[in-house]
């Protein structure tokens, strides 16, 4: 599984932008750069992905590099219910991949302040 | 509510008893996966079906742990012999296709305790 490498704990305060990075550099060429969350006492959750260009959706943005071996998600405007884990994953979309596993790491913790 | 269903959402146990889990995919999709989640950690890949074929599993599967998916729709998961180890969030997560630019769908988890 490629790797990627995130800060352990980030805050923001509500209503503000929250950029989260990511680094990536040993990415291959299919790989799919993912993004899920995980709030307190729940599964994961969905949030993006990309593979070359920038992606937005109704959740977030997804900013990828140009060489694409960091990325950041977005967060426009944090609430308080978007504090949660943030894990940044690397998914291989190659034709002769088989592998069906997500490799979570540790993530980001993300504090919110009212 | 068309989402991922696992039941139960608790389950205590003692040392020894098995129990087993269920797990209801996401209707359309024929990818289903299982993961563990210990305290503090991101979740851990356990095993993968393709309806019910399992293509990929996990050497954190032990052999008291089985997983089944007899007719490509549910999956349950037992575990054999509890050990106190075994306690954690078991998490099910569906998919329409395995990899690259198919995200997965989670459910609430089922959160066991090994007394």
């Known amino acids: 599984d490629a790797k990627t490498t995130q800060p352990n704990s980030m805050e923001s305060n509500e209503e503000e932008p929250v950029h989260l990075p990511c680094n990536h550099s040993?990415?291959?060429?299919?790989?799919?750069i993912h993004w899920y969350r995980q709030l307190p006492s729940q599964g994961p959750e969905y949030v993006i992905h990309?593979?070359?260009s920038n992606v937005n959706n109704r959740m977030a943005s997804l900013a990828i590099a140009e060489d694409r071996k960091s990325s950041t998600l977005i967060l426009h405007r944090a609430t308080l219910r978007d504090a949660a884990v943030y894990y940044c994953?690397?998914?291989?979309?190659?034709?002769?991949?088989?592998?069906?596993?997500?490799?979570f790491g540790r993530g980001t913790q993300l504090t919110v302040w009212p | 509510d068309t989402g991922v269903s696992q039941d139960p959402r608790h389950k205590i146990t003692k040392r020894g008893q098995n129990v087993t889990f269920r797990c209801d995919p996401i209707?359309?999709?024929?990818?289903l996966y299982w993961y563990r989640q210990t305290l503090g950690q991101g979740p851990e890949f356990l095993t993968y079906?393709?309806?019910?074929?399992?293509?990929?599993k996990s050497r954190l599967l032990s052999d008291r742990f089985s997983a089944e998916r007899p007719k490509g729709s549910f999956s349950t998961l037992e575990i054999q012999r509890t050990e106190q180890g075994d306690s954690a969030m078991y998490l099910c997560?569906?998919?329409?296709?395995?990899?690259?630019?198919?995200?997965?769908?989670f459910g609430p988890g089922t959160r066991l305790t090994v007394t």
């Open positions: 040993t990415i291959s060429g299919t790989d799919y």
């Open positions: 079906f393709q309806n019910e074929a399992q293509l990929e």
């Open positions: 209707s359309e999709h024929n990818r």
């Open positions: 997560a569906s998919s329409r296709g395995q990899a690259g630019p198919y995200e997965q769908y």
């Open positions: 994953i690397l998914r291989d979309g190659g034709r002769g991949s088989t592998l069906g596993r997500l490799y």
């Open positions: 990309g593979l070359t």
